[in-house]
């Protein structure tokens, strides 16, 4: 099956900064979505994001479905934004498979 | 976004007894369903996929036996657990489509069993 690999797997940041999550798959895909879990496990849809570039607030996220990548960006990174960051891919065939993850914490 | 409920949030049983988790679309026919489990600190397995009115297609390595899964019509589907055991405790979610699109998920349900 389709592997799907997060970078990196932790990452502290200090309020304010910056950062990029990567998100590689092995195969083709029809559909690609971003999350993030909150400490109660529910899963904030971030993205939609199959091809191209979208942004939202201080969060933008670009797929570049010819490499099998995509990466998401958090710009002025708050306390808040901690939790763990997942992507999704939708290879063809109609399943979803998750992403390893990135725990990304923010320190004040 | 389009919404999933998924229901109960929170379930505590005891080991032996079945448990039925609810997962419904409330605003849009939902064609497929997926359900994911997941264990502390690591990321969500997907255990079968749903097609409404058809059997479900379980991941290799789930037991089907013990995970019913029931797509009755567009917008539920159910996970039953039978004869729960405690290795069975996890966290549930599920998510709905309408085809190849965006996939909206539900609160998830968080199983122990004592």
């Known amino acids: 099956g389709i592997q799907v690999e997060q970078s990196p797997p932790d990452l502290i940041l200090q309020e304010g900064a910056n950062s990029t999550l990567r998100c590689n798959f092995s195969?083709?895909?029809?559909?690609l979505q971003w999350f993030h879990q909150n400490p109660w496990g529910q899963l904030i849809n971030l993205f939609y994001?199959?091809?191209g570039t979208k942004q939202n607030g201080r969060l933008s996220a670009t797929t570049v479905a010819t490499e099998r990548y995509s990466l998401l960006y958090i710009s002025s990174s708050q306390t808040t934004d901690s939790g763990v960051y997942f992507c999704?891919?939708?290879?063809?065939?109609?399943?979803?498979?998750f992403g390893t993850g990135t725990s990304l914490t923010v320190i004040p | 976004g389009a919404v999933v409920s998924q229901h109960p949030s929170r379930v505590i049983c005891k080991s032996g007894t079945s448990v039925k988790i609810e997962c419904r679309s409330l605003?849009?026919?939902?064609?497929?369903m997926f359900w994911y489990r997941q264990f502390p600190k690591k990321s969500l397995m997907l255990m079968a996929t749903?097609?409404?009115?058809?059997?479900?297609?379980?991941e290799q390595g789930v037991e089907k036996d013990k995970f019913l899964i029931n797509h009755a019509s567009l917008t539920l589907s159910t996970l039953t657990v039978t004869s729960a055991h405690p290795e069975d405790s996890s966290f549930y979610i599920c998510?709905?489509?309408?085809?190849?699109?965006?996939?909206?998920f539900g609160q998830g349900t968080r199983l122990t069993v004592v």
């Open positions: 998510s709905a489509s309408a085809g190849e699109t965006e996939a909206f």
């Open positions: 195969d083709s895909v029809n559909n």
């Open positions: 994001i199959p091809s």
């Open positions: 999704a891919v939708e290879p063809p065939g109609n399943q979803f498979y």
């Open positions: 605003d849009f026919q939902a064609t497929t």
């Open positions: 749903s097609n409404e009115g058809s059997k479900a297609t379980y």
